[in-house]
């Protein structure tokens, strides 16, 4: 029983490992593939690893990079010199906020689907699984940058401590619509749910998905 135990504990370890995505972890929860306390660590431990990178960042290249780059970050509005004075430029929220959503769903139909569901990552593999997901994730961001054509909009985040960490040591711009890149992947993750639960069970299974929100909610005092 307890070797049985332990050899769960190392696979459910060894399917959550290196997760830098708080999208992939809350949704992870939300399915039931890890408890929400565990998620909450994590994320907060993203959300540190975020901005140490951005502190790393800055630190290694010069101010004309930081300032032409962003430091990396998520921006929707940029402030352009013009003789006649700086110009904003920028998307507009809505239509920021719904890329944000449809392509951070996306991913997570690649990532979770493919990388949770055991059946999925034993017949590619794991190489050919992280290899699709990150294609995925690449196509996204060309594909919604390419089709807006704004400039000043650096594509969706679909990472939310990807957009925290430089927004947190540079400012100002960056936190023009920052909420944008928090609310957007939220609403896929609980969109991601539903679709998870609405379709049948041979499309998507999860070994041991004891955390269920569902069965989360039952247990509180009434």
């Known amino acids: 029983m307890i070797c049985r135990k332990a050899r769960r504990e190392i696979r ?16 992870a929860a939300l399915v039931g593939i890890i408890s929400f306390s565990r998620a909450a660590v994590y994320i907060f431990m993203q959300c ?26 998520c921006t929707l509005t940029v402030v352009s010199p013009d003789p006649q004075g700086p110009i904003t430029v920028r998307i507009g929220t809505g239509q ?33 699984v992280l290899s699709i997901v990150g294609i995925v994730v690449g196509i996204l961001v ?9 400039k000043g909009y650096a594509g969706p985040g679909i990472n939310p401590v ?4 430089p927004a947190l040591v540079r400012g100002g711009h960056l936190w023009i619509g920052h909420w944008v890149f928090w609310v ?4 896929s ?10 379709i049948p069970r041979q499309h998507f299974h ?9 069965d989360y909610v039952k247990t509180l005092p009434k």
């Open 96 to 128: 920021a906020l719904w890329l944000e959503i449809i392509c951070t769903f996306i991913s997570l139909l690649a990532s979770i689907w493919m990388a949770f569901d055991h059946r999925q990552a034993h017949s590619m593999g794991k190489v050919m």
């Open 184 to 187: 957007g992947p939220t609403i």
């Open 162 to 165: 990807r957009c925290l960490g």
């Open 206 to 214: 999860v070994e041991g998905c004891k955390h269920d929100i569902f």
């Open 142 to 150: 060309f594909i919604s940058t390419f089709v807006t054509a704004v």
């Open 48 to 73: 540190v690893g975020g901005v140490l990178g951005a502190l790393a960042l800055k630190a290694v290249i010069n101010s004309s990079l930081e300032e032409t780059f962003s430091l990396g970050g």
């Open 12 to 27: 459910e370890y060894d399917d959550m490992a290196n997760n830098i995505n708080p999208v992939i972890t809350f949704s």
């Open 189 to 198: 993750c609980f969109a991601f749910y539903l679709y998870v639960k609405l």
